[in-house]
């Protein structure tokens, strides 16, 4: 499995941009933290009993899958991540980083750099 970490520079004519998927799809098989709960899916509404859409609560740990842990998940006082402005999670100058790494492996800074001088 790898790990892909996405900063590309975009260009103005958006005909040519390229996006990178940087993240599992939510199953029930996904990656995830620890002892995380199980993933929660309950349908809202569904067609075949009449409703007008499709819709589901889904209910899962901040730990599944690709994330990101704001301060206040390690200080009492720290921000989190609703405290940022959407525009901070927008890249000024991204890199594509590709390190292979084992199911549950921890991605170390070493790994990173060794990367990063490729």
Known sequence: MGLFLANARLPRDS???QFHYLS???TESMPVYGGCVELELTPINVIDKGDS?????????NHWGTHVDGPNHFFTNGQKIIDYPADFWRFKK???VQIEAKPGQIITLDML???LQG
């Open 15 to 17: 005909s040519t941009m």
């Open 24 to 26: 599992y799809p939510i």
């Open 53 to 61: 859409c499709n819709t589901w609560r889904f209910c899962l740990e």
């Open 94 to 96: 991204p890199e594509i």
């Open 113 to 115: 750099s060794l990367s």
